[in-house]
């Protein structure tokens, strides 16, 4: 079940937002009491209440609106029981003050907005001796792995607990202590109304990870990346679950470059099945798995772990693949020759992606040259690879039958901008712009006006989803519901 956070400053808009969360299928929602303007009117807000209320009333001190004194708040929580309130949300250090009583439930709650401490059995412990229906015990997750610690308590938890982490490091908890055995989770009313960090909108929660289907036997997946909240990988996959009707979910995890494997060891009590693995990761997780394919070992970068029938790791490159198929489908579509034999090629960049379509490109006897903003890093690729290399400022000057570009120039919110200026374009070239947001780029746009034929990033990001999904599944994806998800995600925001 999915607790919705509702923070408004009038009761009226309080009231009303309850209601549109019902007619969206909320079955649970939080009043945050200390966000109203007025004094609370319990009569008001309980009265033909579509779902059950949680009452809750934060202090400042646990980053609440609550500006009275601890009396009056006090005064207005045990009102909300005395109105019979589903549920009262008690902080652990009051719980002990405010006895049970009629049929309102008790969530006795803990929140540390700054880690999560060493004693975090120790507190939840003394949690389940002060009377509570629920516990509820939030930290700040500083490192990846403090939501295995969360997660595991949540488990073994004698009293049903709702536990979770908050902050970029702690999103992935929110959605999978659904496993665990956490009564419910907490969702914001919209992606702008966060009202604590990290938090995710009742939609997503309900459409992308499909938390209410989430249960003990859930298959986990995810992907990993310093940033990742930017990354469409948890809807596509989970789209393509949902099509399939598969007991799974795909979730993203923030992990540091330093600490990675330290991370990855933390995660083996989560049971994850398949990593999706993107910047900065891709060239480590080649070193770090024991199982690697040959063209990660040739590339030198894996975009994808999963689990072999004997349970262990094993390394893909799926952007490899996917390139090339991206390539040649352009290539068909403008009615050209698909053989890449021969055939010369710019690559714009110089990282992971760069490195696996180059590598491709060759081995299909292309003959390539790299530029990057950053001469020295193309130059090393460059020599890394055995093709040739031209500086940044002399990218314009070369003649290609296919341009590549693998830099983030040009992705949204930064769509008037282009790596590639449109005076230097060749009629009848292929253009391929590895950005999959927006779908129709400043240069793709400028390719089609010189009348190049070209090839989209978000084919070649559905193309190497849907190889990922089937390492992860062995099963064949549904390619078009993959696409369609995405698309219609990117048509949303732009």
Not at 67 to 73: F, L, P, S
Not at 132 to 152: F, S, Y
Not at 282 to 296: G, I, L, M, R, S
Request: with cysteine.
């Amino acid at each position: 079940m999915i607790c919705v956070s509702i923070g408004r400053t009038r009761h009226k808009k309080m009231i009303a937002e309850h209601q549109q969360l019902a007619e969206q299928g909320a079955e649970l929602v939080e009043y945050r009491l200390d966000w109203l303007g007025k004094e609370p009117d319990l009569t008001r807000l309980l009265a033909d209440r579509p779902t059950p209320i949680v009452a809750t009333c934060r202090r400042t001190v646990d980053y609440g609106r609550w500006r009275g004194t601890e009396e009056q708040r006090q005064a207005i929580l045990r009102a909300a029981i005395v109105a019979e309130v589903d549920y009262i949300d008690l902080e652990d250090d009051i719980a002990g003050s405010i006895p049970r009583y009629g049929k309102t439930k008790r969530i006795v709650s803990h929140h540390n907005f700054e880690e999560t401490p060493e004693d975090l059995e120790e507190i939840h412990q003394r949690m389940c001796r002060l009377d509570p229906d629920i516990v509820k015990l939030v930290t700040m997750a500083n490192t990846p792995a403090d939501i295995v610690r969360v997660l595991k308590l949540v488990a073994a938890a004698p009293v049903p607990t709702v536990g979770f982490c908050m902050g970029e490091f702690g999103t992935a908890s929110r959605i999978l202590c659904a496993k665990y055995g956490s009564p419910f989770t907490y969702a914001s009313f919209s992606e702008d109304r966060e009202l604590a960090p990290g938090q995710i909108s009742f939609k997503e929660m309900k459409n992308v990870y499909r938390y209410d289907k989430i249960n003990f036997g859930t298959k986990v997946f995810a992907v990993i990346g310093d940033p990742i909240a930017h990354s469409k990988s948890p809807l596509i996959h989970n789209a393509a679950f949902e099509h399939e009707k598969l007991n799974n979910v795909y979730v993203p995890f923030r992990i540091p470059s330093d600490d990675l494997l330290d991370t990855l060891r933390a995660f083996e009590w989560l049971q994850i099945q398949g990593y999706s693995i993107t910047i900065p990761h891709k060239e480590a997780c080649v070193e770090y798995c024991d199982f690697p394919d040959e063209t990660c070992k040739t590339v030198g970068a894996a975009n994808t772990w999963y689990r072999d029938a004997s349970n262990r790791w094993r390394a893909s490159n799926t952007d490899y693949d996917a390139a090339l198929a991206t390539i040649r489908q352009g290539l068909a579509e403008g009615k050209g020759d698909t053989n890449l034999q021969g055939k010369t090629a710019l690559v714009l960049g110089a990282g992971g992606v760069s490195r696996a379509i180059t590598h491709g490109l060759i081995k299909a006897g292309c003959a390539v040259t790299i530029t990057n903003r950053t001469n020295k890093r193309g130059e090393h690729l460059a020599q890394e690879l055995g093709c040739r290399h031209v500086t940044w400022e002399n990218r314009g000057a070369q003649t290609a039958d296919i341009l590549v570009n693998c830099t983030p120039i040009g992705m949204f919110p930064h769509m008037d901008e282009t790596p590639f200026n449109s005076h230097w374009l060749r009629d009848g070239m292929l253009v391929f712009d590895t950005i999959y947001n927006p779908e129709n780029t400043l240069l793709l746009k400028d390719a089609r006006n010189h009348n190049c034929h070209t090839a989209s990033g978000l084919e070649m990001f559905v193309r190497q989803a849907a190889l990922q999904y089937e390492r992860f599944t062995q099963s064949e994806a549904p390619l078009e519901s993959m696409r369609e998800a995405l698309r219609k995600s990117i048509s949303a925001i732009n």
